[in-house]
């Protein structure tokens, strides 16, 4: 059975870091475009981030040049590093393949920008 546990998040003040850390368990991840998601309260769930196998990276305009997304693959493991937060970054984070999400949801990990 296919995986997600998301963990590395919490409450930052504007301005802060934080780095996400997704672990993939069930199969491979190699091979799969993988993408961190968000969900803020009342909005729908978008795709903020996402890298290829080859690392070929892609970014929403909404974090382009903040947030950083990488992977391990000997880990599968998938991580996003976030600087220059704003309450806007406020959200549950969550990491799937990408576009076409393949698999269950797992629970995600709360960021909460605020001073």
């Known amino acids: 059975q296919v995986q997600f546990v998301e963990s590395g998040g919490g409450l930052v003040q504007p301005g802060g870091s934080l780095r996400l850390s997704c672990a993939a368990s069930?199969?491979?991840?190699?091979?799969?475009?993988m993408g961190w998601y968000r969900q803020a309260p009342g909005k729908q769930r978008e795709l903020v981030a996402s890298?290829?196998?080859?690392?070929?990276?892609n970014y929403a305009d909404a974090v382009k040049g903040r947030f950083t997304i990488s992977r391990d693959n000997a880990k599968n493991t998938v991580y996003l590093q976030m600087n220059s937060l704003s309450p806007e970054d406020t959200a549950v984070y969550y990491c799937n393949t990408a576009p076409t999400t393949l698999f269950r949801w797992g629970q995600g990990t709360q960021v909460t920008v605020s001073s």
């Open positions: 069930g199969t491979s991840f190699s091979r799969y475009r």
């Open positions: 890298i290829n196998s080859s690392d070929n990276r």
